[in-house]
C-alpha cells in the first residue's frame, strides 16, 4: 500500500461522523483547527456508545445550514451542541446536556448539577476555552487567524 494510500486510509479512521452519516443525533460543532477542541470531541466519540453524537468542525461550510443564527466569533468561544429538537446549548451548559444524553459520563452528572454550581462551571469552561490555543499550540504551528484571535498579530523578529 503506498504512502499516500495508507494517509487517506488514516485520516478516514480519524474522522469524526457528520450530521449526513448519523441524521437525527445531536450535533456538536466545535473548532477542528483546535487540537484540545478536536482531542475532546474524540473522546466524546469514543464515549458515545449509543451513537447520539454528529461532530461538524465551525470551519465546515455545512454549520451554516445547522445553526445559521450562530456568528463565527460565538462559535469560535465555545462549543455548541444542537440537539434533535433544535434547541441550541453551548459552553458549559452544553457539556452539562451531554452528561444526561452520554451514558458513560453519567457518573460525572451529579457533578455538574448541583444547584448553584452553574456559575462556577461556567467560570471554569470560559477559561479553559480561552487558553485553548495555547495549551494546544506547539512552537512551529500556524494556526492562522485563531492565532491572532488568541494571540494577537505576529510580532516581527527583526526588530
Known amino acids: 500500500m503506498s504512502t499516500q494510500a495508507q494517509s487517506q486510509t488514516q485520516n478516514e479512521k480519524k474522522s469524526l461522523p457528520s450530521p449526513a452519516d448519523r441524521p437525527n443525533t445531536d450535533i456538536v460543532i466545535y473548532d477542528g483547527q483546535c487540537r484540545i477542541c478536536t482531542g475532546g470531541v474524540r473522546i466524546l466519540y ?24 450562530l456568528t463565527h466569533d460565538q462559535m469560535m468561544e465555545e462549543m455548541w451542541v444542537v440537539d434533535t429538537q433544535g ?45 485553548r490555543y495555547r495549551f494546544g499550540k506547539r512552537a512551529d504551528d500556524d494556526c492562522g487567524d ?3 484571535v488568541h494571540f494577537g498579530p505576529k510580532k516581527n523578529s527583526d526588530t
Not at 458515545?48 to 445553526?67: E, I, N, P
Not at 446549548?89 to 448541583?114: E, Q
Request: positive net charge; hydrophobic residues 50%; aromatic residues 10%.
Open 146 to 148: 485563531a492565532c491572532a
Open 46 to 69: 469514543r464515549l458515545d456508545l449509543g451513537q447520539r453524537l454528529s461532530f461538524l468542525s465551525l470551519h465546515d461550510a455545512k454549520v451554516a445550514q445547522v445553526a445559521p443564527n
Open 87 to 131: 434547541e441550541q446549548h453551548s459552553g458549559a451548559l452544553a457539556f452539562r446536556y451531554l452528561t444526561r444524553r452520554i451514558a458513560m459520563l453519567w457518573p460525572v452528572m451529579p457533578l455538574l448539577h448541583i444547584p448553584g454550581s452553574l456559575p462556577l462551571w461556567n467560570w471554569l469552561y470560559q477559561k479553559v476555552a480561552a487558553a
